[in-house]
């Protein structure tokens, strides 16, 4: 089955103590892309992936690290998680086509609570 | 990279055509337009994509005008399953990644 995985689904964690969220999808995606969710915000991009060792910034960065090693495994990292990162976290893949057909995959979500 | 406006909320009721409409007055050349629903909880999830004129599938319609800048997501004869949070999302993946989703559209679908 065609999907993207997030893990964990649910941490609480406290200030301080790094965290990774894992995201890998088996559709041999090159594009993915993480995002946060809170209350009355929307969607927000914090990094992107193109290809393989190819990131960059989204809209919203600050406090967080990435890395695309390998074309399935796009992991989240915070080194310094502070309450503000509180938040729901979605990771997304989709196909890099030219021609447009580039529907995002999202993963079922993790809720992070930083206390 | 094109900023979308949506309305915030919407109703309706059982068995009505939905139409939202978004609107994205700085849409660049190479940008596709589409569209996400969400459920609470859930990641959003892919409904319709196109470029210009009108899309079909089997969920949805996506009618967009010759200037593209806007466009109107179709719902035919909604049910109370169709209450979601609606997204429209415009860009290009193969020219940059960086990717900004509006507010999204709240549609209330009433029995």
């Known amino acids: 089955e065609a999907q993207v995985t997030q893990n964990p689904r649910y941490l609480i964690t406290v200030t301080g103590k790094k965290l990774t969220v894992t995201c890998s999808q088996n559709?041999?995606?090159?594009?993915m892309s993480w995002y946060r969710q809170d209350p009355g915000l929307g969607l927000r991009q914090i990094y992107y992936?193109?290809?393989?060792?190819?990131?960059d910034k989204g809209d919203v960065p600050e406090g967080y690290k990435v890395s695309r090693k390998e074309k399935r495994n796009f992991p989240l990292i915070l080194e310094s998680p502070s309450p503000n990162q509180t938040s729901l976290y979605f990771c997304?893949?989709?196909?890099?086509?030219?021609?447009?057909?580039?529907?995002?995959?999202f993963g079922d979500g993790t809720r992070l609570s930083i206390l | 990279l094109a900023k979308t406006t949506q309305p915030i909320s919407m109703d309706s009721y059982e068995g009505q055509e939905v139409n939202i409409t978004c609107s994205h007055n700085?849409?660049?050349?190479?940008?596709?337009i589409t569209w996400y629903q969400q459920f609470p909880s859930q990641g959003p999830r892919f409904i319709i994509q196109?470029?210009?004129t009108k899309v079909t599938n089997e969920v949805a319609s996506l009618f967009i005008p010759a200037d593209r800048k806007s466009s109107t997501l179709s719902l035919p004869r909604v049910s109370l399953s169709d209450t979601a949070v609606y997204y429209c999302?415009?860009?290009?993946?193969?020219?940059?990644?960086?990717?900004?989703f509006g507010q999204g559209t709240t549609l209330q679908v009433k029995p």
């Open positions: 997304a893949s989709s196909p890099r086509d030219r021609g447009g057909n580039q529907p995002q995959h």
């Open positions: 559709m041999n995606h090159e594009y």
């Open positions: 992936s193109m290809n393989v060792e190819v990131t």
């Open positions: 700085n849409i660049a050349t190479n940008d596709y």
């Open positions: 196109g470029y210009k």
């Open positions: 999302l415009v860009g290009d993946v193969w020219v940059t990644g960086k990717l900004i």
